[in-house]
C-alpha cells in the first residue's frame, strides 16, 4: 500500500508488460494522458504503437528491441503521444526487464511514463527567450547601421532621379530600387523591434478599430474577403499602439500569403477572463482574446513547434518577403505586453491564431467569459 501511495504522489503512468502473453497493465494515470478511462481499450504492444506519434514509432521500437537483446540496462524514450483526441502530449519513458524465464528469456518488464508536455513547453519558452535575446542584441547593432546605409542610397536615388529628368529608361528603374529600399526600410523596422527590449510606451486603446484598419490595409487591391466580429463593450488595452499595430500587420502578411488565390479570414474579438485552470501561461485577471482564422494551406505539423523561432520560415525563398522574423516579433512584443500567442494549423485546411492582452485597469464595468 505504501509503494501505491507514493507511485500515486508521483503522478507518473506506470505499466507492466507481459511480453509472452502481449498484454500491458496500466495504472488509472496512464488512461488519462491518452484521454480514455480504464478498461475502455485493451492495451498490448500493437495499441501501444498506435499512440505513438508516427515520426516517432521507429526510434521507440528499436530502443526497446535493443533492451529486449540485452544491448542497454534500462529502456528510456522521449517521444509524443497521440491521445483519443488527437492532442500530442511529450512524454518520457523509462523501463526494464524485470523477469527472465529458466532459458533467460525477458518474459515481463516494467516502467513509468512522464507527462513532460509542460516541463517542455517551459524549457522551450526559455530557449526561444535566450535566441531572442541574442538576436536582439545583433538586431540593436544592426539596425543603425543598416538605417545608415539606407539613407545614403535614399539620397543617391533622389538626386539621380532629379538628374534624370523625364528620362523614363532611366526614372523607373530608379523607382524600382526606391521601392526595393521602401522594402528594407520595413525590415529595419522590425530589426529595431527586437533590440527595444524596454518596456512599451503604453497607453490606453481600442483594439477593434485598429485591427480593421490593419485588415483593410492588408487585403486592400486583393481577392480576400475579411470580417470582423466584436461586441460594443470589448475592453481597452494597455498597450504601445505602433507596436501592437506590428503584430496584427504580420499576422495578417501571413494571412494574405497563405491564401494566393483569393479566401476568407475570419476575426474574433472577446472579453475573456483568465484564472489558474485556464492552461494558459498567463497571470489571472482580464483579457481581450484575439482569435483569426484563414482557410489558407495552412502550417506543416512539423514546422508549428519552429514556428516562433528568430528566422525559422516556411517560406521557400528569401525573395517571398520575409526571414522569418514575423512570428517572432509578434512573440516578442506581445510577451513584453504580457500577453500571449498561440497557433493551431492543419496543412490545406487553414491556420488559427489567438492572442491575448491584458485589459486595462481601469475597465471593470463590463461582464466577461473565461478564456478556454
Known amino acids: 500500500q505504501r509503494l501505491e501511495f507514493v507511485v500515486e504522489g508521483s503522478n507518473d503512468a506506470t505499466w507492466v508488460w507481459d511480453i509472452i502473453a502481449d498484454q500491458a497493465t496500466l495504472n488509472t494515470k496512464y488512461f488519462e494522458i491518452l484521454e480514455y478511462t480504464p478498461g475502455e481499450i485493451e492495451f498490448n504492444f500493437a495499441t501501444f504503437l ?32 497521440v491521445t483519443k483526441s488527437g492532442k500530442l502530449r511529450n512524454v518520457m519513458m523509462r523501463g526494464k526487464i524485470v523477469r527472465h524465464d529458466e532459458g533467460g528469456r525477458p518474459i515481463r518488464m516494467a516502467g513509468v511514463t512522464t507527462d513532460i508536455t509542460e516541463h517542455k513547453r ?4 526559455i530557449n526561444r527567450a535566450h535566441n531572442l535575446e541574442s538576436v536582439g542584441l545583433l538586431a540593436g547593432g544592426l539596425a543603425h547601421d543598416f538605417n545608415n546605409v539606407l539613407n545614403i542610397i535614399y539620397g543617391n536615388i ?20 526606391e521601392e526595393a529600399c521602401e522594402r528594407a526600410k520595413e525590415l529595419g523596422i522590425r530589426l529595431q523591434a527586437f533590440s527595444q527590449g524596454s518596456s ?44 501592437i499595430r506590428q503584430v ?15 479566401g476568407t479570414v475570419r476575426i474574433g474579438i472577446e472579453n475573456c477572463v483568465v484564472d489558474g485552470n485556464s492552461g494558459l501561461p498567463l497571470g489571472s485577471g482580464r483579457y481581450v482574446c484575439i482569435a483569426l482564422q484563414d482557410d489558407g494551406r495552412g502550417i506543416p505539423e ?18 517571398q518577403r520575409g526571414m522569418g522574423l514575423g512570428l517572432s516579433t509578434c512573440h516578442a512584443i506581445l ?25 486595462s485597469v481601469e475597465e471593470t464595468k463590463f461582464s466577461t467569459e473565461e478564456c478556454s
Request: charged share 25%; proline share 7%.
Open 50 to 81: 498506435t499512440t505513438l506519434h508516427p515520426d516517432d514509432a521507429p526510434e521507440v521500437q528499436r530502443r526497446i528491441q535493443e533492451h529486449l537483446e540485452g544491448k542497454t540496462a534500462e529502456y528510456v524514450a522521449h517521444y509524443r503521444l
Open 122 to 125: 517551459l524549457s522551450d519558452e
Open 158 to 177: 533622389s538626386f539621380a532621379r532629379m538628374l534624370a529628368g523625364d528620362n523614363t529608361a532611366i526614372v523607373e528603374p530608379l523607382a524600382d530600387a
Open 200 to 243: 512599451p510606451a503604453k497607453t490606453s486603446i481600442a483594439l477593434p478599430a485598429i485591427i480593421e484598419d490593419a485588415a483593410g490595409a492588408a487585403f486592400k487591391g486583393s481577392n480576400i474577403l475579411h470580417s470582423l466580429s466584436a461586441a460594443d463593450d470589448i475592453f481597452p488595452v494597455e498597450a504601445d499602439p505602433r507596436q
Open 248 to 262: 496584427f500587420e504580420n499576422l495578417l502578411a501571413n494571412a494574405k500569403e497563405a491564401l494566393p488565390d483569393g
Open 302 to 319: 512539423e514546422h508549428l513547434p519552429k514556428i516562433f523561432d528568430p528566422y525559422f520560415s516556411t517560406k521557400d525563398t528569401y525573395s
Open 335 to 359: 510577451k513584453r505586453h504580457g500577453g500571449h500567442i498561440s497557433v493551431e494549423s492543419k496543412s490545406g485546411i487553414g491556420t488559427r491564431v489567438t492572442i491575448y492582452l491584458p485589459a
